[in-house]
């Protein structure tokens, strides 16, 4: 059986391990979503990992609704994303850009406009925005069928800029309550026409994106993410199986290279499942590497490699506070607290002085 210690192939990515960075949005770009110089420290300090995947970087101002998160549609966010990929390159790491686009869980204030969703519904809960507090989110009104094209144009257009930024590869987020997680799942999608109604309907407009990714950039450059199971953000479905396990056939029929799935566990810290977990379904649907994440601590994670559920594990939460995260895990070294008042607070405090481990008696 494989180890974390072990590479692996994803698609055209050769990575060192796989113990990988999961997508953590962090709040330090600018209004415009432009990346900023210590967005480059941040994930250079990080190129341990054996693939990192960006936090969520929008794909159009109508889809990035979260304040001080990354863009990747205009020639400054490229420019800005390309000092990141050279940064964590000549560290010997290997980088994604996850594709992003919020749906109904957008705000007026940040992305300029009405957000768009499957169905005219609003998203539960509150927001944050540039203005002090939180604030209820505002009622999406139904993406119409002749916007979808413009869609798909946006979702190339940011494949596109992600090669010239630098990016091994993409993810497409498609999971946690986002836009196309909202068309997935029948609690949030409506939808009368050709998207909505059955489950081959409502993961029309998944395999629609990712056809356009594949043939923009090519099949080995292009990963997923689902969220197979429970409610979030609002969203969630009646039948998790056969919804993700047809969701995930037809990804590995449009070839794309690997599956992340962000699914709760019963042990887990951050949420819980509501059914039996989905993720055997969809393994035995897609043909290429499984990617498990949510709250794995390293003995589990080996243990879910031995069991041939996954061939890889990413970790969130814990490479926030440890740069050397692999490092770690490996030699089992104490992990740095997280200080979550400081996880979207901007500046380098609580982003950048987590330290790596010192060896006893060597200088600092």
Known sequence: MPRLTDPITLGAIRAKNRMLMAPLTRGRATRDAVPTPIMADYYRQRASAGLIITEATGISRIGLGWPNAPGIWSPAQVAGWRHVTKAVHQAGGKIVSQLWHMGRLGTYEVNGGQPVSSSATTAPGHTRTYSPGTHPYPQARALELDEIPALLDDY?????????????????????????????????????????????????????????????????????????????????????????????????????????????????????????????????????????????????????????????????????????????????????????????????????????????????
Do not use: C
């Open 156 to 364: 190339a257009r940011a494949a596109e800029n992600a090669m010239e930024a630098g990016f091994d590869g993409i993810q497409l987020h498609a999971a946690n309550g986002y836009l196309i997680d909202q068309f997935l799942r029948d609690n949030s999608n409506f939808r009368t026409d050709i998207y909505g109604g059955s489950i081959e309907n409502r993961i029309r407009l998944l395999g629609e994106i990712v056809d356009r990714l594949t043939a923009t950039i090519g099949k080995d450059k292009v990963g997923v993410r689902l969220s197979p199971n429970g409610e979030v953000q609002g969203v969630n479905d009646s039948q998790p199986h056969a919804l993700f396990g047809a969701a995930a056939k037809l990804l590995d029929e449009k070839g794309a290279a690997w599956l992340e799935l962000r699914e709760p566990r019963p042990d887990g810290t951050r949420g819980r499942p509501d059914v039996p977990p989905v993720h055997p379904v969809i393994r035995k649907a897609f043909s290429r590497p499984l990617i498990l994440n949510a709250d794995y601590r390293y003995e589990d994670a080996q243990a879910a490699l031995d069991k041939s559920e996954a061939d890889a594990i990413a970790f969130g939460r814990p490479f926030l506070a440890n740069p050397d995260l692999p490092r770690r895990l490996i030699e089992k070294l104490p992990l740095n607290p997280q200080r979550e008042e400081l996880f979207y607070a901007g500046g380098e405090q609580g982003y950048l002085d987590y330290p790596a481990w010192e060896e006893p008696g060597q200088p600092v």
